[in-house]
Structures are given as C-alpha cells and as structure tokens.
C-alpha cells in the first residue's frame, strides 16, 4: 500500500527559495530562461521565475505531444548556440528518466556543454541522474512515500493512485 505524503503550499514555497538562493548564488553560471518541464515542473518554474527575476519558457515531455517536446527541445539547444544558458526545473528527480531524455534530446541538436543544467525540488540520491540544484534530497532505497506536491493535490484521489503506480518500484 503507498503512502502518500502530501507537500503543503507553505513547504513547497520554501523549497523554492531554496533553489533561488542556490541559482542566484553560484557566481560561475547564470541562466537566461527557466525552463518549466510539462507537467511536474511548470508550477516550480513560474515561482522560481518570480524568486529570480529571470524570464520563464516551458516544454512538455508528459503530453507525449512532439510539438511541445522534441521541436521545443531543437529550438532551445539552438538558443544555447549562440550563448544561452538554460536552466530546466522539475518537481521530482527520481528514476532520472526525463533528465536523461532531455540531455539526449538537447546533446543531439547541438546543445554545448555547458549550457544546460537541471533543478529539482526532490533530488532521489539513487537517481541514474544527477542535478546542478536541488531542494530537498531522498533515498528510493530507503523512502518509498509518492509524494503530492500542491498542484496533483487538485487531482481525484484515483489520479494519484494512478501517477504512483506507473513504476511500482519506486513505492514498493
């Protein structure tokens, strides 16, 4: 049976500003867009775009939809190009699935190195990806909680149940 732990607004808020500090403060590498991965990261990227200032774009992997995705993906690495940086943001790092998809994806249009980095409110230290930037970390190894960020709170309860159960290893 899975437990759910819901993250209340007032926690959320605060790991928001813990990426904004963690962005701002890195003296090395400054991004020039936000960028909001579809559908766990967009909530996270418009805060963060307010925490920072900077401006906020957005792709979805989850639609499944190529035109919101995988054009979107050969558009941003053309911006890196010509000297952009980019930061995506995400609710979860957990298998690393989507990173991974997202690095190939942007390394195959020509992003430089770089030019990309990641940030997750919940980095998974087992994840088969690693962040530049991240809240909060857990351990699938250890905790098995799916966690319900304020946004899938809005979801029916069997939509939950759902997410949770697309990889039973992670709650199991």
Known sequence: ???YTP???DAFVADVRALAEAVTSDGGWRPTYIIGVGRGGLVPAVYLSHATGLP???CDLSSQ???FADEVLVRLARRTVDGERLLFVDDINDSGRTIGVLRDKLAAAGAPDGSIRFATLMDNVVS???VDY???TLDR????DWYVFPWEAMAPAEAVAADAAEVPERIA
Not at 141 to 144: N, R
Request: charged share 30%; aromatic share 0%; proline share 5%.
């Open 1 to 3: 049976m899975p437990v």
């Open 65 to 67: 939809v190529k035109d």
């Open 7 to 9: 993250i209340d607004h």
């Open 141 to 144: 190894t250890v905790t098995k």
């Open 56 to 58: 906020t774009l957005s």
């Open 134 to 136: 991240r809240a909060r």
């Open 128 to 130: 088969t990806q690693r």
